[in-house]
């Protein structure tokens, strides 16, 4: 059975919706009118121990929703969740002491308080034992680099310091179960690179199960296999980031700079010209003539450099996000 499995959930949220201008508040006191916004709309899914899946889609998508249904802090409408052989809504104790949900958006520690009285009030909250939290302690400290930090408060740590003192409280207990919830939103290029690596790190070596929401597509490029694609509260694709990727690539870009300047004419045989400035043009040609283009400009023509590009996974999932169809 697997570790996670979501079996047609959904969260509909009762927004209460106030008709415009003066006389509308007023006909709004009196007769109150609701729209029903479907934050989650029938959602299956299910992830094996140890995997780190990636759950991604635009603002407003219904992630958020999901990884709190997932971790009990909210009720869903409909559909069942098993984790663990646990019903999360049920908030169990052996439950709660066997995931974390991490949000980069929201601080889950003490905001007076330096990240190290945060953590003892952990340990007792869930605990942990003496010699557990020691242990977990010091090397996630060594991880993150972060013994200068531990008796600072809160309020005083720079976004990327506080991150990784979140991290930190997070996974004291040893959590299975990982719900990342933009865990580098708002960070460095570097910081961002620390979490990404520490997370991979804790996936391998606990073979923890990790469900991961970013806006960043590196994130996902460089942890995910998997992805899940949610959007307007529905599933669009589950499966492997390749071979989404790979369906949507019909388009390489060839870039190549030439001893000297070839006739516009010449290089629009091969493929459309995207640009051509001087010695350096680029070609976008079709993914299944690009070794016949490319052996044929390198055969004909003086040529200096020749790169080939793939499209950016940035612009193909924006691409899916929009078309609504995978
Ligand atoms: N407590 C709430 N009450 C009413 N509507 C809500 C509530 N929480 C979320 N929603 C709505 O549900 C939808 C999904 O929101 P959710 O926060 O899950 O999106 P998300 O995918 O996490 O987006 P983002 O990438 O911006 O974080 C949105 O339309 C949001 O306005
Ligand atoms: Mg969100």
């Known amino acids: 059975m697997a570790t996670l499995s979501v079996s047609h959930l959904s969260k509909h949220f009762r927004i209460y919706k106030k008709e415009a201008g003066f006389m509308g508040s007023v006909h709004s006191f009196f007769k109150r009118t609701y ?12 992830i094996e121990q140890g995997e780190l899946v990636g759950f991604i889609g635009p603002n407003g998508a219904g992630k958020t929703t999901t990884l709190k249904c997932l ?4 009720y869903p409408t409909s559909g069942e969740i098993q984790v663990l052989g646990h019903t999360p809504f049920d908030r169990n104790y052996d439950y709660l002491r066997s995931i974390s949900l991490v949000m980069g958006q929201k601080s889950q520690l003490w905001w007076d308080l330096p990240p190290m009285e945060s953590y003892l009030l952990y340990k007792e909250m869930y605990e942990i034992p003496n010699d557990h939290f020691k242990k977990m302690l010091d090397e996630l400290v060594e991880l993150l680099d972060l013994k200068d930090v531990l008796a600072v408060q809160v309020r005083k740590l720079s976004l990327g310091q506080r991150m990784k003192c979140e991290l930190v409280a997070q996974l004291l207990h040893s959590p299975k179960i990982l719900f990342l919830d933009e865990p580098t939103i708002g960070l460095d290029i570097v910081m961002q690179q620390k979490i990404r690596s520490f997370v991979r790190e804790y996936n391998k070596k606990y073979n923890a199960t990790i469900l991961l929401t970013s806006h960043y597509m590196d994130d ?8 899940i ?7 669009l694709y589950d499966g492997s980031l390749d071979t989404v990727v790979s369906k949507h690539t019909q388009l390489k870009r060839i870039s190549v700079v030439f001893e000297r300047p070839i006739e516009r004419s010449e290089l629009e045989k091969q493929g459309k010209l995207v640009s051509i400035e001087g010695q350096n043009a680029t070609l976008e040609v079709s993914k299944d003539k690009i070794a016949a283009v490319a052996g044929y400009i390198l055969s004909h023509y003086p040529v200096i450099d020749l790169t080939i590009e793939e499209p950016q996974i940035e612009e ?3 691409g899916i996000f929009s078309s609504s169809t995978v």
């Open 316 to 318: 193909i999932i924006s």
């Open 71 to 74: 971790s009990g802090l909210i």
């Open 229 to 235: 694609i949610i959007n307007h509260g529905r599933i």
């Open 35 to 46: 729209e029903t916004s479907k934050a989650v709309d029938d959602i299956s899914f299910s």
């Open 220 to 227: 996902v490029k460089e942890l995910c296999k998997r992805i």
